[in-house]
T-cell receptor, first 112, second 116 residues
C-alpha cells in the first residue's frame, strides 16, 4: 500500500461545478495533513492545512477522518483558475519530525 | 530574493557525467528538503537537513547521490555517473522551523535534469 494514495484523475469539470478529491494514508500515527497545489511545470504551493474538525477557506473545504485515515478536499463553484494538480501531503513523522510524504496528485481541469 | 532559489533551472547531460544542483533556501529557514519528481509522478523524498543535525539520507536512491549543506544555508545535491533514470525535476524546499506541524514547505522552481 502506498503511503499516501490519491485518485490521479483527471477530473474534467465545467465552471461552477463542485468537485471533491480524496486521499488515504497508511500511517495511523501521522501528525498533520495538508493540501498543496501544483500548476503545470511549477513548484507545489501550500493550499491549506487540514484540521481534525474540518476547515474552510472560501470555496475550499478540507476534512480529515483519522479513524479511516482519509482526507478530502471539496472545491465549490469551480473557476478556470482552479485548474491544477492537487497534492495530498501527510506529515508521517516517521524518519524525522517533519517527514512530509506527498501523494502523486489529482489533476483537475475546469472548462468554460 | 525572498524565495527558495535553485540552479541551474535546466541541465542536459550525457550518461555517466556528474552533475551538481544548488539550492539557496529562504533566509532563516532551518529545515531543507530535496525531492525529485519524474514526469507525471508525485514527489519522491531524497534527503532532509535540519539545522546542524546529521541529515536524513534515507530517501537517496543509490550511493551515486549525495548532498551537503554548508553553514546551515546553501545545499548542493550531487549525482555521480548519471543514468537516464535520473532524469527528473529536482525540487528543493525549506521551512521555518523544526518541531511538529510546521506544515508549510516553500519550494524552489526546481532543476530539470535530462540525462541523454
Amino acid at each position: 500500500r502506498k503511503e499516501v494514495e490519491q485518485d490521479p484523475g483527471p477530473f474534467n469539470v465545467p465552471e461552477g461545478a463542485t468537485v471533491a478529491f480524496n486521499c488515504t494514508y497508511s500511517n495511523s500515527a501521522s501528525q498533520s495533513f495538508f493540501w498543496y497545489r501544483q500548476d503545470c511545470r511549477k513548484e507545489p504551493k501550500l493550499l491549506m492545512s487540514v484540521y481534525s474538525s474540518g476547515n474552510e477557506d472560501g470555496r475550499f473545504t478540507a476534512q480529515l477522518n483519522r479513524a479511516s485515515q482519509y482526507i478530502s478536499l471539496l472545491i465549490r463553484d469551480s473557476k478556470l483558475s482552479d485548474s491544477a494538480t492537487y497534492l495530498c501531503v501527510v506529515n508521517m513523522a516517521v524518519r524525522f519530525s517533519n517527514d512530509m510524504r506527498f501523494g502523486a496528485g489529482t489533476r483537475l481541469t475546469v472548462k468554460p | 530574493g525572498a524565495g527558495v532559489s535553485q540552479s541551474p533551472s535546466n541541465k542536459v547531460t550525457e550518461k555517466g557525467k556528474d552533475v551538481e544542483l544548488r539550492c539557496d533556501p529562504i533566509s532563516g529557514h532551518t529545515a531543507l528538503y530535496w525531492y525529485r519528481q519524474s514526469l507525471g509522478q508525485g514527489l519522491e523524498f531524497l534527503i532532509y537537513f535540519q539545522g546542524n543535525s546529521a541529515p536524513d539520507k534515507s530517501g537517496l536512491p543509490s550511493d551515486r547521490f549525495s548532498a551537503e549543506r554548508t553553514g546551515g544555508s546553501v545545499s548542493t545535491l550531487t549525482i555521480q555517473r548519471t543514468q537516464q533514470e535520473d532524469s527528473a525535476v529536482y525540487l528543493c524546499a525549506s521551512s521555518r522551523a523544526s518541531g511538529k506541524n510546521t506544515g508549510e514547505l516553500f519550494f524552489g522552481e526546481g532543476s530539470r535534469l535530462t540525462v541523454l
